[in-house]
């Protein structure tokens, strides 16, 4: 036995882990889980969830829109698998989940080689430094770093928060449109194709300003990616 799967062993001994789906000892997902996954993709407009070919804006949205389309692995939902695995990610400091995560993205790519092809950059959604220091990881930049990985692309971190988002919740409405816009910049000039890439995809509206400064940096077209979307 190498001494890398010795100290493997002895980790599981120590923090044995148990599969998300059925509970038995031995990996976060067992094969048996992974394949009830649906790694089909969810290809739908940005803005109004009508399904489209490849994800991209509909007709009725084009002006609502700036990302040009949205492509994702699988649905969101909260209870599920998918949703384990990614609070999972989020909150228990178990990086080691990634590796569902990863083979999630493998499985995916394979299946859709030639919706990367024209991409030319792959770039993460930042978190705010405050959050950043909560949770210490962006976990948005793990699994970026996956997808780079895994279609050979350049992976770029240029975007960046400019100024904390106030909670949404507290602000009406022209205020919350404004606490949203200039929240986001990118560090340099850019050019090209880029697959803008977050864990969850829910109303769109963070990726939507992301994609704004990238435009605004000379982008062509922001392709977004998301593990799962609700
Ligand atoms: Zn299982
Ligand atoms: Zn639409």
């Known amino acids: 036995m190498g001494l890398e799967s010795f100290l493997i062993r002895i ?11 059925c509970k038995k000892e031995g990996d976060w ?9 649906n790694l089909t993709g969810v290809f739908a407009c940005p803005v109004c969830h009508l399904s489209t070919d490849r994800g991209i804006v509909c007709q009725n949205c084009l002006e609502k829109s700036v990302l040009n389309s949205h492509i994702a692995i699988t649905k969101y939902e909260e209870n599920g698998l998918v949703g384990k695995v990614i609070q999972t990610l989020k909150y228990s400091w178990a990086e080691d989940v990634l590796i569902v995560i ?20 792959v770039v993460p959604v930042p978190l705010h430094k405050k959050r950043y220091v909560e949770r210490g990881f962006n976990q948005a930049e793990l699994i970026v770093r996956l997808v780079a990985k895994k279609i050979n692309k350049p992976f770029k971190n240029v975007v960046e928060r400019t100024r904390y988002t106030k909670q949404q919740a507290k602000l009406n ?3 919350r449109l404004e606490n949203l816009q200039e929240a986001f910049s990118s560090k340099e000039k850019l050019l090209g194709n880029i697959l803008l ?5 829910t109303t769109g509206s963070t990726m939507q300003e992301c994609a704004k400064a990238l435009k605004n940096a000379g982008v062509d077209k922001v392709v977004g990616f998301s593990i799962a979307r609700g």
């Open 173 to 175: 409405r022209a205020d």
């Open 11 to 21: 980790k599981d001994y120590i923090f044995p882990v148990f599969c998300l789906g």
């Open 29 to 37: 997902l067992c094969e048996n889980c992974f394949i009830k996954l």
């Open 197 to 201: 890439v977050d864990d969850v995809f």
């Open 102 to 121: 990863e083979q999630m993205i493998e499985r995916f790519v394979d299946n859709y080689p030639e919706l990367f092809i024209n991409i030319d950059f």
